[in-house]
């Protein structure tokens, strides 16, 4: 199992970094990335870049602010056989969460379309601070997505905002 755990971990450090530094925040807009096939509410316009990790390529597009971030994370990784989509969903929510070396607080199911999903809060430490994680985990065919607020504190990941953020985020064929 320590193999699928590290395909399975997608790095939230490159989100986390952009919670300590940021500036104020643009009006949501929708944003499209059919290359990795997404869409959803974002304020202002993410950058994307481009990171190796144990299980592929992960693109990773970011909005930072003041109180926190916004991203989303996609990497093209075709299901394990025999492991449940469920405890793929789980695993990587909590590999995503040992990168904070945090602790998980609560958990739901979500969907998109009709790709299951896991939702998970938390609360963790990058470079010596605190931080709050909201993410939610999709697996839709060949790919993995994580949507992620990171903030210095839970009101960051708890506003109308974020739920708009998260509620607007769909998997697209």
Known sequence: MEICRMRWTIPLFVVGAVVLSGCGRPE?????????KFKMLFP???????????GGVVNSYTTEFRQGAYSVN?????????????????LSSEEGMKALKGTITATKDVKSGNADGLEITGNGS???????????TYFSGDRL???IAMGKDAGFVNTDEANKVFDSFQILP
Not at 44 to 54: D, I, L, R, V
Not at 129 to 136: A, D, G, P
């Open 44 to 54: 202002g316009t993410p950058t994307n870049k481009k990171q190796n990790s144990p």
């Open 74 to 90: 996609s990497i093209r990784m075709p299901p394990i056989p025999g492991v449940p989509v469920k405890e793929l969903l789980k």
């Open 126 to 136: 990058l470079e010596g601070k605190s931080v709050s994680l909201r993410m939610r």
């Open 28 to 36: 949501l807009r929708e944003f499209s990335a059919p290359q990795d």
């Open 145 to 147: 997505f994580q949507v």
